[in-house]
Each structure stands twice: as structure tokens, then as C-alpha cells.
């Protein structure tokens, strides 16, 4: 594949009625590779017609769907996830070259992406209601599951394509059409992701460019019936109260600030390993990140050292070299990590590794966004540091004297996405189980994710759940159905009422 060619060619469309259109709008943003500062296209916010546009053809795509089989779109469904195979070498180079991410992460996104289309496919056509035990007898009573009609996907740039796959493929298997508003720093990537669905009805997903202004529209937009969002806590927020306007469902993933926990029972060797995967995967860029460590103080300097050591070993540099961590998204996320690292600094946290930009780049990537995984040590709980989410590759480390007290300090966090503990003792894997306050927890097992559970936070985290079971029915609406078979009369509880049930003055 020629990039520059396929860049090209995506430059200026949006994706609509299984089309590449050229926007009319006269409002382009540049499309920046981070690796190198280059410019290797642009992306336009489409107007308020093409969302309109957009916005129809999805509700007829919808009805077509939803009056097929559920086998019918199983396979459909199936030879998506085929398709998206076949383009795998080609979806991952562009996703490298818009986010930055190592090629490998960017394979990886794209099975994963695989396995979540096979899994709702077959798990769509598996539940279609269930069957109650009547009140009255003789009747059948019942429920069914429905479509919510046209979901708007609202991403950010992490996993442009993991997360659109984890809603899309819900809200299709539940029989739905989708309207994708892919994130400012990986539409081209997302606009070509969408031959993905050439075996799906014309219409039934679509992609708009824009920023947040065409975000927003199809949120308030009056036949849009559901959104499925992921990014900000602010954004969230903004989005909750637009469709609370309207009581329009809304699944909110939102920020996290994951503790990961290291206790004297723990590998560790292992627990630095991990450690340096969980802060500094996809440049520290993920929700469920190791956000705070907190570190026991009878291991804390020996975790310390393993740590330094570890993450000393990471190659930086361009995705597509052989390289574990690229640049941050754009230059904007960069200065903000960089003021987070230095408010750290003058807050008392002392630079154990990193701290910087890299010395050693090659000329080309002069331009790029690289920053230094950083690890921080000597962190208080009052630290801003610890207490916002940080999105980017730094580990501060706070020493804490129990697990009890790694445990509250979890717990005082807004935020309540994930947490990681590192233990071999059964009685601190009972007691983090269930006593962290987030929506999953992970033992010796950090960021994990798996098709067939339910993935989202709690408190400021968000509202929901995706992936699932539950991240079926977060697409559908159930409806309940009563039946008398014979159309009897219900004289147990129909006018007149009986002079015996009136009320009888002592
Ligand atoms: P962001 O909130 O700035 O943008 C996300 C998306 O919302 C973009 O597509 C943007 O154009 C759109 N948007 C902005 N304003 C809008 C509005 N008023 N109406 C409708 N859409 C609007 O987020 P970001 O900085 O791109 O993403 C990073 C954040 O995402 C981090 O906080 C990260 O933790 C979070 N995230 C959460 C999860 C999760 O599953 N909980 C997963 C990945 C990322």
C-alpha cells in the first residue's frame, strides 16, 4: 500500500451510504503523523446537511437491518470481521502512522477488534427476550429485546478502533445502525476502517469528521435515539446533560485514574515487568494505565530499582521501527504532560528515570511528540499528580505502610475505572476484590480485557457498561408483552366493582 496515496484519497471525505463523500464544508483540519510533526492529510467538519444526510440514510439502513434474520446478520456480522483480516496490514500501517502507536499495538488493536465482532455476532442471535411466569394463568407473558435505533459512536484517539468495535459491533448485534464520530487525531484511520463493513446495508455505518461542534449535533439531533461515548470527564459530562434533555440513553466511558497496588507477597520481578507495561503501553495513553503505585515500604526500594531497570530497556522512537513506545497523540498532549510532570517536580516528587524529551532520536523525528517514560518516586496522596488522571507515560509511586492504606488510597480517588494489585496472598486478593470501588479489578493481571465481560468505571469514570453480556443490552431497549390467548374477561379486577370490595363504613 502506498500511505501517502491512501491518505490522500481519505483527505476531504466522510464516509456516508457505504461511500467516501468530498465534504462541501469549508473547514479542514490538518492531520498530523506524530512521529515525524509532518502533515499527511486533513479532515473536514462536515455541515450541519450532511449530518442530516447522514442521520437519515441511517434510520432506513436501520429498518432493512433490524427485518432480517438474526442469522442473516450473524453472517453479516462474521464477514466483517473476515474483511477486517484482510485489511489488517493496512488498517494497522495508517493507524500507526496517525497515532503514532508501535505497529504491533496497532495488529493487536485490529484482532482484538476481530475477536469483538465474532463475539457479538454470535451473541446477538443468542438472546431475544425471555419468557416469565404469567400472573394470570393461562396468559403469556414475555419480553422482547429492540434496537434503540441509530447509535452515535463518540471516540477518542487511544483505540480509535478497539473502542468503535467494542460499541459498534454491540449496537449492530442488537440490531441497530451506527453514525461514527471518530477523534480529531485518528479520523483517516477511522474513515478507512470503514470498507470494513462492505458486507453490511448501504447507510447502516457511517462516518462523520469533525470536531466537537458535529459531535454535538448528532448527540442533540431529534432521530438520533442513543450514544455510545468515550473520552473526557468534561465532554461526558457535556454529553450526559444533552441527552438527558431529550432522555436519550447514553453509555459514558469516561477518564480513569487506576491505582496498581504492589504488596510484600508479590513477585517482585514480575510486579516491576508489569508495572512498566501497565504505565507505559501505547506511551501510558490508556484508560485503565497504572496511574498511582502504590508500593508497600518493606519492597519499595527494591521495586524501585527493578522498575528503573525495566523501563531503562524501552526503545523509543517511530512505530514503525522496531520500537516498544512511540509519541504522545499530538503536541498538545505533550506540553500538558510535561507541565504535569513538571507541577510534580516543584510539588516535592522526586525524577528517578525520564523526566524529558529523548536525546537520541534520529534527525526525521525531530518534529515528533516523543517524552521519556517517566517514573517519579517520593509522591504524596495530596499530590495533584495522583489525583488527576495523568493519560500519558508517567508512574508516580507512593510508599504506603499497609495494603489497608493502599487500599483507602485507592478508594479516595474520583475516579473509579480499574485497579491492579500484585499479591500472592489470598486474604489481600479477598479483601482488594471486594473492597476497591471500580468497575473491574485485576490480580496479578493488569489491563486485561475480555470480550465476553463487562468493561466500564464507576464514580467520575462514567456510566455503563460495554463489552458482554451487558454491553448487549446497553444498545437495546427491552419491552414487555402480555398475552391472553383467549381474550377472556378480567372480572377479577375490571369495572363494576363489587359492592363486597367497596369500602364498608364501621
Ligand atoms: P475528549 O473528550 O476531548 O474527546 C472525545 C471525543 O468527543 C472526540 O471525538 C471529540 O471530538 C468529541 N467531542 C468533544 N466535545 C464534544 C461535544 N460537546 N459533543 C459531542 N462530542 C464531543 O477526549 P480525548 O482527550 O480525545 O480522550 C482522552 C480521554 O478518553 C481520557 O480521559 C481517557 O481516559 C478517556 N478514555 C476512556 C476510556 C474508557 O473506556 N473509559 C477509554 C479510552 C479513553
Redesign the pocket.
Known sequence: MNHAAEFERLTGTYFREGKYVVSETSQHQPVLDPATGQQVGSFPSVTPDEVDAVVTAANQAQKEWWSASALHRAEAMHATARRLRELKPVVAELLTRETGKPYKESADEVDWSISAIDYYAELGRHSVGSVLGPSIAGQMHYTLKEPMGTVVV??????PLL?LIWEAAAALAAGNSVIV?????ASLTTLKFMEVFDDLPAGLVQCVT???????Q??EHRHTHMVG????????Q??AK?CAEQFKPCLI????NDAFIVTPSAPIEVAARAATFAAFFNCG????SAERIYVHEDVHDRFVELFVQETRKLRIGHGLDHVDVGPMEHAG?RDRFEGIVARAVEQGAKVEMGGGRPADLPEELSGGYFVEPTIITGVTPDMDVVNN?V?GPLAPIVKVSSVDEAIELTNRSAFG?GATVYTTDAAEIHKATNEIVSGMVWINAPILDNDAGP???RKM??LGR?LGAEGLDTFRHTKLVMVDPLASEHDFWWFPYSTDEAWQQA
Open positions: 463518540i471516540l477518542p484517539a487511544n483505540f473502542l464520530k471518530p477523534s480529531e487525531w469533525g470536531g466537537g461542534s458535529v459531535g454535538a448528532l448527540v461515548f468515550t473520552g473526557s470527564v468534561p465532554t461526558g457535556r454529553i444533552a466511558e469516561a477518564s480513569g495513553q490508556v484508560c485503565t498532549e488522571e493519560f475505572l468493561f466500564g468505571g469514570s462514567g460495554q
